[in-house]
């Protein structure tokens, strides 16, 4: 009975929390009016629908991708509908340097900030790994590094306004698939990293939430050129990704998956991490790092 009380009650609370709570909050357009977003890889695809959806909800937009006149454009229709602000700065994640200046610069244009979504990656082609380094390095600098530095960079204007880190992520990132080593590897690494950082934030108190974004197969431009005549499975619509990455932050869920078959999504939610993570974090004596 004693043990049920220590451990099972509360896993068992954990769990339904998890899938109960967040399954249920309702969201709000009005969340985001007036808040302070920014959206990397924003020039096309999935980024472009989100600075789409920010700009109807009223928000403050800056978008970044290495396409100035893309951005013009993008950054022209969020005013025409309707957002608060909208800015761009063009670059490439490829450069540190970059990523770590434009957080800043973004925060000045805007005031502040209390959405990072993070949505870049660099471009990917389906193919058998046998020796190409340069390639799995190049995946992990843009695709997980970047997100790293820009997360870091933010997280000082993220505290102040108790704000949020939306990182856009993949199935390859939570099961194997061939073809895309180097970008699986990146996408593990995602969750790895960030939901570590997650669970050091609710353990010392930092109000900042993370959402990690599953998805299946979307139907941009570049993943269906991408897939053409090797992958046989239906595209979810980039609008309703985006409106469901955007809604997953607002409601500071820590998952959300999209853009794949029910049991699919079930199977990978993996109540087993869960179960395993709330005993291994009961090991940690804290302390030493809070009051420091």
């Not at 009223?58 to 309707?82: I, N, Y």
């Not at 843009?142 to 997280?155: G, K």
């Not at 941009?220 to 990704?241: F, Q, W, Y």
């Amino acid at each position: 009975m004693a043990f049920m009380k220590k451990y099972l009650l509360p896993i068992l609370g954990i769990l339904l929390a998890s899938y109960y709570y967040s399954a249920n909050e309702e969201f709000r357009p009005e969340m985001l009016k007036g808040k302070k977003v920014i959206v990397t890889g924003a020039s096309k695809g999935i980024g472009e629908e989100m600075a789409y959806h920010l700009a109807k909800m009223g928000a403050h937009v800056v978008v970044t991708a290495r396409s100035k006149e893309t951005l013009k454009k993008v950054v022209s229709h969020c005013l025409e509908l309707g957002a608060a602000s909208a800015h761009y700065v063009a670059g490439t994640m490829e450069d540190m340097t970059f990523a770590e200046q434009f957080v800043a610069k973004a925060g000045k244009l805007m005031g502040g900030l209390d959405m990072l979504i993070l949505n870049h990656i660099t471009n990917t082609s389906l193919n058998l790994f046998s020796d190409d380094i340069q390639l799995v390095r190049k995946n992990m600098e843009v695709n997980f590094l970047s997100y790293v530095v820009l997360s870091v960079a933010a997280l000082p204007m993220l505290k102040q306004s108790n704000g949020s880190i939306v990182i856009v992520s993949s199935m390859a990132g939570k099961m194997a698939n061939p073809l895309i080593a180097p970008y699986a590897g990146s996408k593990f690494a995602l969750d790895g990293f960030f939901s570590s950082i997650r669970t050091e934030y609710a353990m010392t108190k930092v109000n900042v939430s993370i959402t990690l974004c599953i998805l299946g197969l979307i139907n941009t431009d570049t993943a269906m050129k991408a897939v053409s005549g090797i992958l046989d499975t239906t595209a979810s619509p980039k609008e309703e990704c985006a409106l469901e990455i955007i809604k997953g932050g607002a409601l500071r869920q820590e998952e959300v998956y999209y853009g794949s078959p029910v049991w699919t999504l079930l199977l990978l939610r993996n109540p087993g991490r869960k179960i395993l993570e709330f005993f291994s974090i009961r090991n940690y004596n804290m302390d030493k790092f809070i009051n420091n």
